[in-house]
């Protein structure tokens, strides 16, 4: 399969520009350059940098210039230190993954989705002249299958908005189930030469997720172990409605191994299709919760490391710190050079 040169091994930077506090003294603080040092000392090729439309728009949809400063101070970081970026735009106006009531109308109001398409037109003008190190991502985690249709005719808009400024770069183009390995097969065919097809993977969810208060119908101090048989996730995902998403919502009831084969076999149809169309894989998120134990954690991701290394498919962890799964956090210390050597 083809492989995304420059995005091989990297790490998110959630919490900064995106789901955090959006004050001059939390992003300044944040993520600063000695972040961005020490990430590159790890040995990472790339950062993923998600952002949330509130940090570079006014109300009305004008310009923040401020916001953009804190983007442009990021890749100037990352020009330093040889790191590559992808720029994510993980909410704009009337969309985020995990709140459908916010959400509900994104798909069926022009209003909304020329506001979003706005967006990205300042963004790659802007940007453009950074495509050597940037790849660009449309738009984080597409929720329900139902509105894959007017997902893929959006996408074909925002490509072509990019490419009145940058031709070449690439552009992340993920699918619906939030961004699930197996709705990559739901993607119109690549729209250019320069189309990278994304996923994120939290598979079994209820491991990786295990006791996150946010998971609907996740039953308090829920814990269980990594590997397990398939048998034993199944079965406790079943009254658990998050959990049985993506690869577990198509009841592949064949998948009976845990461990790299696992992780081989639920990618196994987007690297066909990948394959087809000559175009890269990527997994813009992956990780597991700090409420599980440290062994478990390392196992879990030396193995997903392996599937993706076999095939060549770029990743970014997430995250670099707090939001429950930093790997830099106080809770991880003790597990850190074992972490960062499954995934760098």
Not at 115 to 143: H, P
Not at 249 to 276: M, P
Request: hydrophobic residues 35%.
């Amino acid at each position: 399969m083809k492989k995304l040169i420059g995005y091989q091994k990297g790490i998110n930077l959630g919490g900064w520009l995106s789901q955090g506090i959006y004050t001059d003294e939390h992003i300044e603080s944040f993520i600063t350059e000695k972040d961005i040092e020490k990430i590159a000392s790890w040995g990472a090729d790339h950062v993923r940098l998600p952002i949330d439309f509130e940090v570079v728009e006014n109300d009305n949809g004008t310009v923040n210039e401020k916001g953009y400063k804190y983007i442009d101070n990021c890749i100037e970081w990352c020009r330093k230190n040889k790191l590559n970026i992808v720029l994510d735009v993980h909410k704009t106006y009337g969309y985020i993954f995990d709140d459908p009531r916010y959400s509900a109308d994104f798909f069926n109001n022009n209003e909304l989705q020329k506001r979003f398409i706005a967006l990205w037109d300042k963004l790659a003008e802007r940007y453009a002249k950074d495509s050597d190190i940037i790849m660009f991502e449309m738009l984080n985690e597409i929720t329900g299958r139902d509105i894959i249709e007017k997902w893929n005719e959006l996408a074909e808009i925002c490509v072509k908005t990019i490419r009145k400024y940058a031709p070449e770069v690439k552009i992340l183009y993920g699918g619906t189930d939030n961004n699930a390995v197996t709705a990559v097969k739901l993607l119109s065919a690549p729209f250019d030469k320069n189309i990278v097809y994304n996923f994120h993977c939290y598979e079994p969810l209820i491991f990786t997720h295990q006791n996150a208060y946010w998971v609907d119908g996740m039953p308090n101090n829920f814990h269980i172990e990594y590997p397990c048989s398939l048998n034993e996730y199944l079965e406790k995902s079943k009254d658990i409605p998050d959990a049985m998403k993506g690869v577990f919502s198509d009841e592949n009831t064949d998948l009976s191994l845990t461990g790299s084969e696992f992780f081989e076999s639920i990618f196994k149809e987007a690297i066909e299709i990948a394959e087809k169309y000559d175009v890269c894989l990527y997994c813009g998120e992956y990780g597991v919760i700090n409420q599980a134990y440290g062994d478990d954690m390392v196992r879990w991701l030396t193995d997903i490391n392996k599937a993706f290394d076999k095939f060549g498919i770029g990743r970014a962890i997430w995250t670099y710190k707090q939001k429950d799964f930093g790997i830099s956090d106080e809770e991880r210390i003790s597990h850190l050079d074992e972490i960062l050597n499954s995934v760098f």
